[in-house]
C-alpha cells in the first residue's frame, strides 16, 4: 500500500521501513499509524524474515513525537491521547513483532525517536547518529516506553543520567553503555545493517521466533525465564530445521535451513 511518511521496499525477505517525513522525520499520529500498518505487513508476509527501520536522508533517524501537534493539544486534550495511544500500539507492535527488528540509526534519534529504537530488538548506528530522551527539557516525561525499556538496556544509574539530564548521547557512549550493538561509518551504514540482516534472514524460522518470543516474555515476567526457555526448546526442537542443522553438524557440511 501506499504511504505518506514511510518509504517501504522488501528485497531478499528483507523489509526496510524509512521514515520519510522531512525535514526532521518527527512522529506525528499520521506517522505512527502508518508504521504500525507497515509492521503488520512484514510480520503477515511468510517471506519477510527481518524488519529494518530508519530515517530518510538527512540528520535525523527521528527527532520525536511532533511538538506542533503536542503545542495544539494542550488546547485539544484528545490529541495528545490519540498521539499518546497510537504511539504506545506502534512500539508495541515493533516489540512484538516475531521476525528481528533492527534499528539503523543514521542520524538523530531523540525522544519518541529513541523509543522506537529501544522497541527494536537490535540497533545498529551510524558514528554521527546522536540519541536522547530530551523530554524533561519540555517539561515532561517519555510516553512511549522510555522510561521502562531504557534502565533494562543501559542499566538503572545510566538510565536516571540521561532521562534526568536530557542530554544528548554519542555513538560511541551509546556503544559502549550497551544500547548499540555495532557503530559503523555513516557512509557504511546500510551495507552494515544489510549484511546484519542477511546474516539473521539467514537462520531457522522457528528458532528465530522462539528467541524471540521468550525474550520478550521474560522481559515481562523474570520469575518464568526456565519455564520459557524449555517450552522454547521444546518447540524448536521438534522442527525440521532442528533436524536439518543436527544432521549438517554431524555431516560436516553448511545447513540448509528451510
Not at 112 to 136: K, N, W, Y
Not at 184 to 189: G, K, N, R, Y
Not at 217 to 230: C, I, K, M, V
Amino acid at each position: 500500500m501506499p504511504y505518506e511518511n514511510l518509504l517501504v521496499s522488501t528485497d531478499a525477505s528483507i523489509t526496510t521501513i524509512t521514515l520519510n517525513r522531512p525535514k526532521a522525520n518527527a512522529l506525528s499520529l499520521e506517522l505512527m499509524q502508518e508504521l504500525k500498518s507497515a509492521l503488520e505487513a512484514a510480520e503477515a508476509d511468510d517471506a519477510v524474515r527481518v524488519v529494518l527501520i530508519t530515517g530518510g536522508e538527512g540528520r535525523f533517524f527521528a527527532a520525536g513525537a511532533d511538538i506542533p501537534s503536542l503545542q495544539a493539544s494542550r488546547e485539544a486534550p484528545l490529541a495528545a491521547g490519540s498521539l499518546l495511544a497510537e504511539g504506545l500500539k506502534t512500539i508495541a507492535a515493533i516489540e512484538q513483532c516475531s521476525k528481528p527488528t533492527v534499528a539503523v540509526v543514521n542520524g538523530m534519534a531523540l525522544g519518541g525517536g529513541c523509543e522506537v529504537c529501544l522497541a527494536c530488538d537490535l540497533r545498529i548506528a551510524a558514528d554521527s547518529a546522536v540519541f536522547g530522551q530530551p523530554e524533561i527539557n519540555l517539561g515532561i516525561i517519555p510516553g512511549w516506553g522510555g522510561m521502562h525499556r531504557l534502565p533494562k538496556l543501559i542499566g538503572n544509574a545510566r538510565a536516571t543520567d540521561w532521562l534526568l539530564t536530557g542530554r544528548n548521547v554519542t555513538a560511541d557512549e551509546a556503544l559502549e553503555a550497551g544500547l548499540v550493538c555495532r557503530v559503523v561509518p555513516a557512509a557504511d551504514l546500510m551495507d552494515a545493517a544489510r549484511e546484519l540482516a542477511a546474516v539473521l534472514a539467514a537462520k531457522p524460522a522457528v528458532a528465530t521466533r522462539e528467541t524471540l518470543r521468550i525474550l520478550h516474555e521474560h522481559a515481562l515476567d523474570p520469575s518464568r525465564g526456565l519455564e520459557l526457555e524449555a517450552e522454547g526448546f521444546t518447540r524448536a526442537a521438534a522442527s525440521a530445521d532442528a533436524a536439518e542443522g543436527i544432521a549438517a553438524f554431524v555431516e560436516k557440511r553448511a545447513a540448509k535451513f528451510t
